[in-house]
């Protein structure tokens, strides 16, 4: 596991060890080296579900945000392998790119330059108008 948030959103005001946003450095690192760009992706996607954010498309590609204008990458035409999981290369023009899709691209998706800080007009809102970060 990469990240995790208290809640979507987090709680409001609470202080609390059971409130904030946690990321693995060792989930980020390779030997002594630190995926800096994922780290960053992976603190932004967590404090996205803090303020209000769900995945744009879950892990088995059949469930989805509520958001109009976030693509959807369904699993009954994207799960290329049948394996009942949509990565992010399956979804890659389905919304793979999405700070919020379900999983990071793999390795070797980011040393081509493969990166998830897309985000939609009502993502942004959402974001924008989160009680929590007034």
């Known amino acids: 596991m990469l ?3 208290a809640g979507m959103p987090g709680s409001m005001g609470d202080v609390n ?3 904030g946003v946690l990321a693995s450095l060792t ?3 390779t030997g002594t080296e630190l995926d800096a760009q994922l780290l960053g992706e992976t603190a932004a ?3 996205g ?3 209000g954010l769900f995945h744009t498309t879950e892990k088995e590609g059949t469930v989805f945000d509520i958001l109009s204008d976030t693509p959807e990458c369904s699993s009954s035409s994207q799960d290329n392998d049948s ?3 949509v990565t992010a290369e399956e979804c890659d023009a389905f919304g793979g790119d999405n700070l919020m899709f ?5 390795s070797a998706s980011r040393s081509t330059g493969k990166k998830q800080e897309e985000l939609s007009s009502h993502q942004q809102y959402v974001l924008k108008y989160s009680p929590i970060a007034k």
Not at 102 to 106: D, E, G, K, L, N
């Open 3 to 5: 990240g995790n948030a």
């Open 17 to 19: 060890s059971w409130n």
């Open 27 to 29: 989930a980020h690192a």
């Open 45 to 47: 996607h967590e404090m």
């Open 49 to 51: 579900h803090q303020l």
């Open 83 to 85: 394996n009942g999981t």
């Open 102 to 106: 379900w999983t990071s691209w793999s």
